[in-house]
């Protein structure tokens, strides 16, 4: 499975971001994670094969997960709004290691990981 990020960038606080991931096919649960400096990596937004969501209290109402398909390529998303400067962190893409795997927000029962992208809000 192959993940690759883009889109952070630096916002002011209260702005919006739109992360981007591009996933290999063959991945059924998906998550958006984050790790700040000197922070453990926790878990932000998760989306299930068939669409269900679930978030972290912090990023509730703020930012949404999803996912698009098409005959080229697999794409999960993290639609990110009234940023604060907590949200600074490096933010990743993550899938589990089967499709078997409870789709949570829990990063150690997530295998597959991209590269990160960067997340500042000043």
């Known amino acids: 499975v192959q993940l690759v990020e883009s889109g952070g960038g630096s916002v002011q606080a209260g702005g919006s971001l739109r992360l981007s991931c591009a996933y290999t096919y063959g991945v059924y649960c998906m998550g958006w994670f984050r790790q700040a400096p000197g922070k453990e990596r926790e878990g932000d937004a998760v989306?299930?094969?068939?669409?269900?969501?679930?978030?972290a209290d912090s990023v509730k109402g703020r930012f949404t997960i999803s996912k698009d398909k098409d005959l080229v390529k697999n794409t999960l998303f993290l639609e990110m709004t009234n940023l604060k400067a907590d949200d600074t962190a490096m933010y990743y893409c993550?899938?589990?290691?089967?499709?078997?795997?409870?789709?949570?927000?829990?990063?150690?029962?997530?295998?597959?990981w991209g590269q990160g992208t960067q997340v500042t809000v000043s």
């Open positions: 989306i299930d094969r068939d669409g269900t969501t679930a978030y």
């Open positions: 993550a899938a589990p290691p089967d499709q078997y795997t409870y789709c949570n927000l829990d990063p150690t029962a997530y295998r597959h």
